[in-house]
C-alpha cells in the first residue's frame, strides 16, 4: 500500500493578513501562502500602488484585496480587521509585517529621537496593535 503524501495546502481555507505586503518579505509571503492553499489574503501596506498590483496578480488563485492600513495608526488596524472580517468572514493569520529600518550609522550620542520615534511607532507600535485587533478575533 502506497504511503499517502503530506498535502502541501497546509494553509488550505484560511483567511490572512499581511502587513507590509506590499513589496519585499511581505510579497513573497502572499505568494507563499497561495502556493500553499490560503483561501483568501489581505495585503495591507501604505504602498497603495504595489499593493493594488500585487492584489490583482493575486485574485485568480484566492480572495485577495489590498487596504491601505497605516499601522501606526490604531484606527487603520482596527478598521483593517474588521474590513477582513466582513470581507470574508473570519481571519486565520496575522502576519505583522510592516516595519522599516534605520540606515543610519549614528551612535546613541547622535541619535534622532524623531527618528527613533517612527521606527519604535511602526516595528513595535503596529505590532501591538495587530495583535490587540486580530487577537480578538482569532
Known amino acids: 500500500m502506497a504511503e499517502p503524501k503530506p498535502s502541501n495546502k497546509k494553509l488550505e481555507g484560511k483567511v490572512a493578513i499581511i502587513t507590509g505586503g506590499a513589496s ?19 495585503i495591507a501596506d501604505i504602498q497603495d500602488d504595489k499593493g493594488e498590483k500585487l492584489a490583482a496578480s493575486i485574485a485568480d488563485r484566492c480572495g485577495c484585496t489590498y487596504i491601505h492600513c497605516d499601522v501606526t495608526k490604531e484606527e487603520d488596524v482596527e478598521s483593517l480587521v474588521q474590513s ?17 529600518m534605520s540606515t543610519s550609522l549614528q551612535t546613541i550620542l547622535d541619535l534622532d529621537l524623531s527618528s527613533y520615534q517612527k521606527l519604535f511607532a511602526i516595528n513595535v507600535g503596529g505590532v ?6 486580530a487577537g480578538q478575533i482569532c
Open 128 to 133: 501591538a496593535a495587530s495583535i490587540k485587533h
Open 24 to 42: 519585499g518579505i511581505g510579497e513573497a509571503t502572499a505568494l507563499m501562502f497561495v502556493d500553499h492553499g490560503v483561501r483568501a489574503i489581505v
Open 84 to 100: 477582513t472580517i466582513q470581507l470574508y468572514g473570519g481571519l486565520d493569520i496575522m502576519f505583522c509585517n510592516a516595519g522599516i
